[in-house]
């Protein structure tokens, strides 16, 4: 500012007198309109607005400064390549990422199957298991809870809890009286 006066738009302040912004092709005024910016698709690069270069199967994200793959391609370096679906597996939702079908894994760049134990069943995500009621994992089955003397299941039902009046101790369950 000066002694009482602005620039217009268009000029900034430079030793006390306005000079004109220079803004390049495929730049626009910012702000009170003494700064630039490239327009959508370029990149300021030396005073200049460059054209954002596009690889094959690549498309200008919201912001327009930047680029993403194409669905079903996933970036390596500065190019899109084809996203390589092993078996049993589907495009995720931003399309850039794959992931495995129900009843599977992700695991050394496949899917490998989810082997569910006797008494076990798929989890709610599809890919890991979990054991019945009744039964606890331990690692890869499941075994029957074993309820002591004065227990019942808990509430997961993968484990036991003492009855009212009852305490647990050392894998037991005994009367609080005691």
């Known amino acids: 500012m000066g002694q009482g006066w602005v620039c217009d738009r268009g000029y900034r302040l430079d030793d006390n007198a306005c000079e004109a912004v220079e803004v390049p092709e495929h730049g626009f005024l910012i702000n009170t309109g ?3 910016t490239c327009g959508r698709g370029y990149q300021r690069a030396a005073g200049a607005c460059e054209e954002i270069p596009l690889p094959e199967h690549a498309f200008l994200g919201k912001s327009g400064d930047r680029w993403q793959c194409e669905r079903g391609f996933r970036r390596a370096g500065e190019e899109c390549v084809d996203l390589e679906l092993p078996e049993a597996a589907y495009i995720g939702p931003s399309g850039n990422d794959w992931y495995c ?5 992700k695991g050394e760049g496949s899917c490998l199957p989810v082997e569910v134990p006797e008494n076990g069943y798929l989890d709610a995500s599809g ?3 979990k054991c019945h009621r009744g039964f606890r994992r331990d690692p890869h089955e499941c ?6 003397e004065n227990a019942h299941l808990s509430h997961s039902g ?3 809890a003492c009855d009212l009046g009852f305490r647990p101790e050392a894998r037991a369950c005994v009367s609080h009286e005691r």
């Open 34 to 36: 003494d700064e630039w």
């Open 127 to 129: 890919h890991a298991w």
């Open 158 to 160: 993968n484990d036991w």
């Open 143 to 148: 075994v029957p809870v074993e309820l002591p």
């Open 101 to 105: 079908s129900r009843g599977f894994r």
